[in-house]
């Protein structure tokens, strides 16, 4: 996509779903909604959201783990359906993210414009949820940050045609709705809420990780940024929202760094390793967070805490590593 198809797509994905929500809320007012409607919204949600965290987030921008072709196949094209960009474009921008987070360049942090008072704050809270996607200027090189994703050619294949996953993901749960009712009436009913209502609630959780998550929860480590655990959210973006463990341990495969921090992608990722369909899973012990956090205690965190920026991977002299966020 070029700047301006990149601002019709995003204009149309936020105006469509919100549009679709609408219309859904009438139809669940007068009761025209069936349980193949429920089926169809579940089965997308999950799908969606299993490729934007375990596969876009994960596997992609993080490798915290491997997997076979197939499914790493199937978790971009899960990724793709859920109409947050085309892999090589997402993971260069989170890499960028995770490189500046919550100071310049960040490309969508809450304190980008550092406005104080409430205005200051609603401000900065749409921006990252929602206005940095609108930025026509806004471009993280994936040459610089994500090379070893673009010569994926599986990846390329995926970017170049995100826009007919994105419209597979609305065709597959109206699938589902013929498959389950026999009707057209079922097609089409399952294509609105497995589709374009599943797209706005899913994407905007996932936004919410980006805004409240960087705003509002609690800090178990004190990283040289703002990330916030936000305990509620995590079951809804499947494990996302443990988003401070996350940016102190960028590569790890688990965000739920204790028993009780649901983390549904780590469940799948442990489940794929005991198949033998996921190796080199990166997992954080508990001593090495305690000397971690310790150690991060005594500098002071925050976005206005020193720290010097990794090199993107383009820039590594072993581009082996694989990720920018590397500790």
């Known amino acids: 996509m070029d700047g301006r198809e990149h601002y019709a797509f995003i204009l149309l ?8 929500v609408i219309g859904a809320a009438v139809l669940l007012w007068n009761k025209v909604v069936g349980p193949a409607d429920v089926v169809a919204f579940c089965v997308m949600y999950v799908i969606a959201g299993l490729g934007v965290s375990t596969g876009y987030h994960r596997l ?3 490798r915290s783990f491997r997997t076979t072709r197939p499914l790493r196949i199937f978790f971009a094209a899960a990724g793709a359906m859920a109409g947050q960009g085309p892999p090589v474009i997402w993971v260069a921008h989170h890499r960028r993210h995770h490189r500046v987070a919550d100071k310049p360049g960040d490309p969508h942090s809450p304190y980008s414009d550092e406005e104080p008072g409430l205005r200051g704050a609603l401000k900065g809270l749409w921006h990252a949820h929602m206005g940095w996607l609108f930025d026509r200027g806004l471009s993280s090189d994936p040459m610089r940050y994500c090379p070893d994703v673009l010569r994926d050619k599986d990846m390329r294949f995926i970017s170049r045609n995100f826009v007919w996953f994105v419209l597979g993901g609305v065709a597959l749960p109206g699938a589902i709705g013929l498959a389950l009712t026999g009707t057209w009436a079922g097609a089409a ?9 599943r797209f706005f609630f899913a994407n905007h959780v996932t936004y919410a990780v980006n805004s409240i998550g960087h705003y509002f929860g609690r800090r178990r480590f004190a990283t040289p940024d703002e990330s916030r655990n936000v305990g ?3 079951l809804f973006s499947f494990g996302e929202a443990w988003h401070n463990n996350h940016h102190a341990f960028p590569r ?3 965000h739920g760094m204790r028993w009780y921090e649901v983390d549904i992608s780590a469940m799948i990722i442990t489940g794929l390793e005991k198949l033998g369909l996921a190796s080199d899973v990166i997992r954080i012990d508990r001593e090495r967070q305690e000397t971690k956090a310790a150690a991060w205690e005594k500098i002071g965190g925050g976005r206005h805490a020193r720290s010097t920026p990794a090199k993107p991977l383009a820039e590594l002299r072993k581009t082996t590593v694989g990720v920018v966020d590397v500790e």
């Not at 994905?13 to 679709?20: F, G, K, V």
């Not at 009913?189 to 209502?197: D, H, Q, S």
Request: charged residues 0%; proline residues 4%; hydrophobic residues 60%.
């Open 189 to 197: 009913t399952g294509a609105l809420w497995g589709g374009l209502v």
């Open 232 to 234: 509620w959210l995590a």
């Open 60 to 62: 992609l921008a993080h």
């Open 13 to 20: 994905s936020s105006l469509l779903p919100l549009l679709a």
């Open 252 to 254: 790890s495969a688990s």
